[in-house]
């Protein structure tokens, strides 16, 4: 592993009086965040979890797996349903009698 990518997946950080920390530059590169980008923390395991916020709907969508919904309209709408159904939300009773 060379230096630079050691840099970029691991770093000792000081947290300030304010409670600030500051990210190394290594890291803000690798995971090409811009000024004004937003950063989605969560704790797992004992460990912050820091992720890039996707800019857009289009960002966020493309990054789901293709296919696990359904591959169609009709499989995703079904798969909704069911889940809809599962939970005994509104709705789930007027679009399973329109798939019928």
């Given at each position: ?15 300030s ?30 460990a ?53």
């Amino acid at each position: 592993m060379s230096r630079s990518t050691e840099r970029a997946q691991r770093a000792e950080l000081t947290i300030s009086s304010k409670r600030q920390i500051t990210l190394p530059a290594a890291m803000i590169r690798r995971l090409e965040v811009e000024p004004g980008d937003k950063l989605v923390a969560r704790l797992e395991n004992g460990a912050i979890l820091l992720q890039r916020r996707p800019r857009s709907l289009v960002e966020y969508l493309d990054s789901f797996p293709r296919g696990v919904y359904g591959r169609t309209r009709e499989e995703i709408d079904a798969y909704i349903a069911e889940g809809r159904a599962d939970r005994h939300l509104p709705g789930a009773e007027a679009r399973e009698s329109t798939n019928k």
